[in-house]
């Protein structure tokens, strides 16, 4: 059974940075993606940052020089570095994979950053 446990998340003042984790276990095809996604209250999920198992990286237009999205394909596990962080980048964040093999989609259970003014 696929899980993602994302970790890093909490309270920070605007301009500050925090770095989320999310570790992937439990596949039986290598991983092909990993991404992030976050939803605000009341808003729909919406794309941050991805990273393919060759490091090939893309960004959402707000996170361009202030996110930095990593893999370490050895440990299944994804980061994002988060710098200047802004009050609108308050949400919950979620970590997603794809697999190689099937193209299967997985989500992990989000964790909450809260950027305050």
């Known amino acids: 059974q696929v899980q993602l446990v994302e970790s890093g998340g909490g309270l920070v003042q605007a301009g500050g940075s925090l770095r989320l984790s999310c570790v992937a276990s439990g596949m039986r095809s290598p991983i092909k993606v990993m991404g992030w996604y976050r939803q605000a209250p009341g808003k729909q999920r919406d794309f941050v940052a991805l990273?393919?198992?060759?490091?090939?990286?893309s960004y959402a237009s707000s996170a361009k020089g202030r996110f930095t999205i990593s893999i370490d394909n050895a440990e299944n596990t994804v980061y994002l570095q988060m710098n200047s962080l802004k009050p609108e980048d308050t949400a919950v964040y979620f970590c997603?994979?794809?697999?190689?093999?099937?193209?299967?989609?997985?989500w992990g259970q989000g964790t909450q950053v809260t950027v305050s003014s």
């Open positions: 990273v393919n198992r060759g490091g090939g990286t």
């Open positions: 997603n994979l794809e697999i190689l093999a099937t193209n299967d989609n997985f």
